[in-house]
């Protein structure tokens, strides 16, 4: 039993030790197409105990990655054989990060709660009080939360995160530290999650410093140099809501390609390394729904993202259910 138990502990202590993620895009797109709205689970490498960041769309996510083998890679044969829409959000998925609360990115939360488990909600403390007033009131739903209308049923407890300081993600492997981002007036958020010596980037929506008129990408950029002078950054999810043919003067918050690739040169130039996005993974999230095409510009935008792509990053435009691997 011993030697059972010493081989048991080697193996999970060489499974939870791995550098890179494991991420499921269980909503890829933004704006009205319910159902499919931006959500991503992240877990570490040999490590099925995850955090969302941000809850666009969860059940109904979690359903379409089961049916199309989205979590094979990540839960072990005898728990892949069992596993439910249930299992996977009340066993797998740890907590919350919750870039803004804008309807397209907690939606899947919300909806979700009354049948969740006790777990963390992690944000900054606007986007708490815009969750608490907006939504657990009592009136638009009941207060899931810990705190804020009474009676707090207080299934989430609500974890303030502050602008550039580490938290760690309970009951997971992974910490997380926030940077501010602007989203047409609004405070968005960019979250670093880190697992051992790896990072990955999950940002919510934001607009370009040119058209927002701040300097919070930069900032971003700035604050991140050293994990791509390390490479010890393996990836990226960034949105694209639009295509080149729209007016920046109605981004509403929102970036292009031709925005996304500006703001990775800076990147690049801030890092001091020409090579810099040398094989990091860049995921484009939030690719606006159109009623008039009854499509999302997904074809045209990944057209755009490659079309002269001197970066040397790869740029990937999941589908809802899809397995990316980060390593």
């Avoid at 996977?88 to 979700?112: E, M, Q, T």
Wanted: net charge negative; charged share 20%; proline share 4%.
């Amino acid at each position: 039993m011993r030697i059972l138990f010493c081989i048991f502990s080697l193996f999970s202590l060489h499974s939870y030790g791995q550098d890179g993620f494991d991420v499921v895009a269980l909503g890829v797109n933004g704006g009205i197409n319910d159902g499919n709205l931006t959500a991503f689970f992240i877990s570490p490498k040999g490590d099925a105990r995850g955090v969302m960041c941000d809850a666009g769309t969860l059940v109904k996510g979690v359903d379409v990655a089961l049916h199309r083998g989205g979590f094979d890679p990540i839960l072990s044969p005898t728990a892949k054989d069992s596993a439910t829409v249930g299992t996977v959000i009340k066993s797998h998925i740890k907590g919350y990060l919750i870039s803004h609360a804008h309807l397209d990115h907690v939606a899947g939360l919300i909806i979700a709660s009354p049948d969740d488990v006790k777990k963390n909600i992690y944000a900054f403390p606007e986007v708490i009080n815009d969750i608490s007033e907006t939504y657990f009131n009592w009136r638009a739903w009941p207060n899931f939360g810990n705190t804020g209308t009474t009676p707090a049923l207080g299934k989430y407890t609500y974890v303030a995160l502050e602008q550039g300081e580490t938290a760690l993600i309970a009951h997971t492997q992974m910490q997380v530290t926030p940077f501010p981002l602007s989203h047409s007036g609004i405070k968005s958020t960019a979250f670093l999650i880190e697992h051992n010596d790896s990072a990955l980037l999950c940002m919510g929506d934001t607009g370009a410093d040119s058209i927002e008129k701040t300097d919070k990408l930069a900032r971003l950029w700035q604050a991140l140099a050293h994990h791509l002078k390390d490479k010890t950054l393996t990836g990226i999810i960034i949105e694209s809501s639009y295509t080149n043919a729209r007016p920046d003067k109605l981004l509403f918050g929102h970036l292009t390609p031709r925005l996304v690739k500006q703001s990775l040169r800076q990147f690049i130039q801030i890092s001091e390394d020409a090579q810099a996005l040398q094989g990091v993974k860049v995921v484009i999230s939030h690719i606006k729904y159109s009623l008039e095409s009854g499509q999302s510009n997904k074809k045209v935008i990944e057209e755009e993202l490659n079309s002269n792509n001197t970066l040397g990053a790869e740029f990937i435009l999941p589908s809802q259910g899809d397995y990316i691997s980060f390593e």
